[in-house]
């Protein structure tokens, strides 16, 4: 079992940045593929990045290349999504989510999701 714990989302202006938290209990942390998900207002929660166990390996979607970045301390037990550059569009609650190995890019892969932390960015 994984209990996951987003923190770090506020009110931004464009052109801003964040650095969104996620906080793991469990003792199987460091096995597991780490995501970033958002849902914006009337929108379909949607990929934004994900790592892979050992932080070797990460894939973003093609909006957000080049400006968000996620990493990860399995000591801490914690992933991160440093957010540069931010766009009114980027505004929505981000999850966090943890699944397999095997985990990549589909929602359905995922099996612990945090509760969400709302991003907002004002033009």
């Known amino acids: 079992q994984v209990l996951l714990v987003e923190s770090g989302g506020r009110l931004v202006q464009a052109g801003g940045s964040l650095r969104l938290s996620c906080a793991a209990s469990?003792?199987?942390?460091?096995?597991?593929?780490m995501a970033w998900f958002r849902q914006a207002p009337g929108k379909e929660r949607e990929f934004v990045a994900y790592i892979s166990w050992n932080g070797g390996r990460t894939y973003y979607r093609d909006s957000v290349k080049g400006r968000f970045y996620i990493s990860r301390d399995n000591d801490r037990k914690t992933v991160y999504l440093q957010m540069n550059s931010l766009k009114p569009e980027d505004t929505a609650v981000y999850y966090c989510a943890a699944g397999p190995t095997t985990a990549q890019t589909m929602q359905t892969t995922y099996n612990y999701w945090g509760q969400g932390t709302q991003v907002t960015v004002s033009p």
């Open positions: 469990g003792r199987t942390f460091s096995s597991y593929t």
